[in-house]
């Protein structure tokens, strides 16, 4: 769950990485953040579950610590794998 005045401190943060993005990366990132599995993502896609693992994870880490949101422990989407299950 997000806190008020993190949302509005990741918004500016989130769309200057979404310019950086192709269109493939920025679909990855934006479905897997809607909670969809990097299996189906790959097959929407046509990558590799691997490919999409890969673009999560470096998208998410161009994000700082300081902008990413805050999770409510046990969260789904909370998991330390980018594309478990």
């Known amino acids: 769950m997000l806190r008020a ?3 509005e401190a990741l918004e500016p943060a989130l769309l200057l990485v979404l310019e950086q ?5 920025r679909a990855a990132y934006v479905l897997r953040a809607f ?20 673009i999560v994870s ?12 805050q999770r409510v422990r046990g969260e789904a989407g909370s998991r330390s794998a980018v594309c478990r299950g």
């Open 5 to 7: 005045e993190g949302a």
């Open 35 to 54: 909670g969809y599995a990097c299996p189906d993502i790959a097959r929407m896609l046509r990558l590799g579950v691997v490919t999409v693992g890969k």
């Open 21 to 25: 993005l192709s269109p493939a990366e």
């Open 58 to 69: 470096l998208t998410r880490g161009l994000l700082t610590d300081e902008h990413r949101p």
